[in-house]
Structure formats: structure tokens, C-alpha cells
């Protein structure tokens, strides 16, 4: 497999909404004719982050709109320094609040070189139907990107 072929859709869920997410937009980018590789971070292996020409980073909101701290967040400081140059999706489930999480860390995301797609997907609580379907366009959307 190429490297132009692969996107890595890594996440941490808390529950299962992100990773619904996650299947959904993996479903997506295969649908579109790419490679998705859905990886939990705890199962990923950091020295493989550059052989993904782009990325679907997951993680739901934490702790009064956060990434989550004992998995997700150093994982994300593992790998921050590879994401300069590299096309980037955010996505993730919340239970409260507004999305400033996704904001602060779309910022986080630019400030590191990493070329944003979008706006970060966010899904409140589990996605619905119409939530899965907007997982799967997210998706199809990004392998275009």
C-alpha cells in the first residue's frame, strides 16, 4: 500500500460515541476509494505516524471540555511533532458544553503546521442515524481533501 492510499483514523471513546465516530468515518473513506486504518490509541504505534499522508484524530470532550489526559492527550503530544505539513480531520462526542474543546484544539492542530480539514466534527452524546451519516460524508469529504 501507498502511502498517498493510507489515512490513519486513530481515537480514544470514552463510551462508544467516539468510537461510532471513528467506524463511521473510516466506513467513509473507504467508501471514497482510500484506505482507512482505524487504530484505538492505545493500540497505536508512534513510530508508524509517518507512513499516514493524512489523519483522522478522535477524542470526545473531557473534564469541562478537554482532551482527555491519561491516554489521548499524550499520545497527541507524541505525535504533534509530526504533524507539520499533514492533513488533519478532528473529530468527537461531547455531553455538555458548547465545542470549545474542538476549538482549542483546532487551534492547537494549525499552530503545530498540520493543514485542518474543516471544521472538527462533533457529535452530541452517541450519533444518531443522522449523526452516522454525517460521520460517513465527514469521512468520504476527507479522503477527498
Known sequence: MELVDKIGVIYWSYKESTEIMA????????????????????DFDINTIDSYYKIALG?????????????????????????????????????WGDGEWMQEWENQVKDLGAILFDHGLTILGEPDK?????????????AEF
Open 130 to 142: 443522522a449523526g452516522r451519516r454525517r460521520c460517513v460524508e465527514f469521512g468520504k469529504a476527507f
Open 59 to 95: 477524542c470526545p470532550a473531557m473534564e469541562g471540555e478537554a482532551l482527555e489526559k491519561s491516554e489521548f492527550e499524550p499520545f497527541f503530544k507524541a505525535i504533534s511533532g509530526h504533524l507539520n505539513g499533514k492533513k488533519v480531520a478532528l473529530f468527537g462526542s461531547h455531553g
Open 23 to 42: 467506524e463511521k468515518i473510516s466506513n467513509g473513506i473507504d467508501e471514497a476509494g482510500a484506505k482507512a486504518i482505524l487504530v484505538n490509541v492505545v
